[in-house]
């Protein structure tokens, strides 16, 4: 059998070992990874929550033909501090779940190695750029 280097589990020869103890398990970018791992793991929550409240502002603007009353309680809704605060985690979340996948994507691009560092960040830097000017163009539609 042939033995391969698989990344997902690397060696103990990877540990930061400080006069000959074991100082520290992981070291510094396994955590970094775990904790984005994480991050990434809740964007699917702040996705949730944002449909939630999307539906919760068509129902009651399905209802505001009977009455005023549902709007307003639905824009008193977005106006406390909680769902303010949800909301801003939300678009975080969104924004960390776009930026990663616009990374993602140059991995799959570029998967030789011949392809210098500047290519991939370029792509990148395209991509928000595209994202960005649609967002403002979509805005701008919205505004008019």
């Not at 990877?14 to 396994?30: D, F, V, Y």
């Not at 009455?67 to 769902?83: C, K, M, N, T, V």
């Amino acid at each position: 059998m042939i033995k391969k280097n698989n990344d997902n589990y690397p060696a103990n020869n990877n540990l930061s070992i400080k006069n000959g103890n074991q100082s520290e398990l992981t070291p510094l970018p396994a955590k970094q990874r775990l904790f984005l791992s994480i991050i990434d793991k809740l964007t699917a929550f702040s996705m949730i929550w944002v449909s939630m409240v999307l539906m919760y502002g068509v129902i009651c603007m399905y209802t505001n033909a009977m009455g005023q009353d549902e709007f307003y309680r639905f824009i008193f809704f977005l106006q406390s501090p909680l769902a303010v605060i949800i909301n801003v985690i939300a678009l975080l979340l969104a924004l960390f779940h776009s930026i990663n996948w616009f990374r993602l994507i140059a991995k799959v691009v570029f998967k030789q190695t011949t392809h210098k560092r500047g290519q991939v960040y370029l792509l990148i830097i395209g991509l928000c750029v595209v994202t960005l000017l649609l967002s403002y163009c979509l805005l701008l539609s919205i505004i008019k």
